[in-house]
């Protein structure tokens, strides 16, 4: 028996106002820097640590929430074939 809808709507009705985005996120200039920081070393060390064969892995996220981690790893040129996300 699948759940899929159920959690669809769960994280659609979580933040309907996206208070955490505002407050933590993106919209929020501080927090924009620092999450923009944090993703530009985490990149660096993927680029360093895999070089070419970025092309020839996958990437198992645990807890993904709404999957923000994941969007941002296409941005180094992963596929969505590339990535997988599991959350409760």
């Known amino acids: ?16 106002d996206d208070a955490y985005d505002r407050r933590w996120g993106y919209a929020n200039p501080v927090a924009a820097e620092y999450w923009g920081m944090r993703d530009e070393l985490v990149f660096d060390a993927i680029r360093r ?25 296409q941005r180094l040129g992963l596929s969505c074939d590339q990535l997988i996300g599991v959350d409760l």
């Open 1 to 16: 028996m699948s759940h899929e809808s159920e959690l669809r709507d769960l994280y659609a009705q979580s933040d309907l």
């Open 49 to 73: 640590r895999f070089g070419e064969q970025i092309g020839d892995i996958c990437v198992l996220e645990v807890g993904t929430g709404h999957g923000h981690e994941l969007a941002k790893l």
